[in-house]
């Protein structure tokens, strides 16, 4: 991260402008820089919680810092992409922002806001820093963070006490090695928990609106098919639906997620959502005692009705704006899947027919070739072993 030195004149300001035009939407070199380096001021008072250099960078109430003072920052910078037009010494930037929280992320979260400035005396001031038009809000957004650290996890929140915030760590720290006992150690083994004050701050997190989650008590953010250097996954928590739940179901919904966190880096964009749900749902029932009835009640509604479902859930059966009937049964079809492969081949093969759809090129062929080299059968013979399955297990 650079520290910028001094700010460049006023006079030199504006006869860069003057020499692009005036204001047109393309930045001089000069005018960039001297924002840039305002960023730089005000990304390194960040992360060093320095109040009276953050002022200086322009907000005379520095509540980022509070509302960040108990975050552990590993890094925090900014990347000018946009200047726009200078009216009225006033200009609107769009920055890309990157941060690391010490001891998760292995390299940055990166997310984009809109930067309003003032030049003012010869100096540029950021007057206004928020997510841009299609970002999400990062949890700071929404008010003070309050951090709990358990053994395994992180738990940052919102208007959330932190007695409960302990509680949500003591629920992680035991998802972990759940999680390790199906998929294996092979992962970071750490997971960063979210929970803002309602269901509405979920949805600002997720970029969404609220209505599309309502129900669902926790989601998992991340790049599928990321690397051993990308970001940690945050799990985002829904507070008014963990909340309903008792020890199982909450145990269940946060090994689910940290599965995500484990699984991530074998997971891309072959891997469909049947088999990305359906393992993370496996992991989470396993060793339950839990039976396909008491799981899978949905899907034994539509065997037991006559109307079993013929193919695996596509993608687009996992919505959370359908039918809350329907997305249940996409849920519970992945998880008979996951369980079937697990009980007929066993669970080592099930990991590494996991990786091995996760590591074809493409979408299609994906699962048939996984199948064919892993559990010696093609895509259609293992689709009709789980339609067999469904019926033995619930009808």
Known sequence: MSRAGSFV???ALLAAMS??????????DARSTAVQHVLDRRAAAVVAGDTAAYRATGDADPALLS???????????YRLTRLGRTEH?????????????????????????????????????VTDDRPAKKSADQLWDQG????????????????????ALRSYADDADDAVPAVDSAWGTDWARRVVVVVPKSLDGMGELLGAPASGYQGIAAVTTGE??????????R????????????????????????THVATRAHTSAATPLWLSEGYADWAGYRGSGRTPAQAAPELQRAVRGGSAPGTLPDDADFGFSGDSADLAQAYESGWLACRMIADDWGEE?????????????????????????????????LVARWRSYVRDELG
């Open 9 to 11: 004149a006023l006079g």
């Open 19 to 28: 020499a692009c035009g005036g204001g047109d939407g393309a930045p001089s």
């Open 67 to 77: 509302d960040l003072a108990e975050v552990p920052l590993d890094g925090w910078s």
């Open 89 to 125: 010494a006033r200009a609107t930037a769009t920055a890309e922002l990157r941060y690391r929280v010490e001891g998760y992320d292995k390299a940055p979260v990166v997310t984009e806001r809109t930067l309003t400035l003032r030049l003012r005396t010869g100096h540029w001031y």
């Open 144 to 163: 003070r963070v309050t951090v709990v650290k358990g053994e395994h996890s992180l738990v940052l929140g919102v208007g959330q006490r932190r007695s």
């Open 224 to 233: 599928a098919g990321g690397s051993r250097t990308a970001p940690a996954d």
């Open 235 to 258: 799990v985002i928590i829904n507070p008014e639906a963990y909340s309903v739940l008792g020890y199982f179901g909450k145990q269940v919904v946060l090994t689910h997620e940290t």
């Open 349 to 381: 093969k099930l990991n590494a027919f996991y990786k091995a759809v996760g590591g074809h090129r493409q979408r299609a062929g994906a699962v048939d070739a996984a199948a064919q080299s892993v559990l010696g059968v093609d895509e259609r013979e």
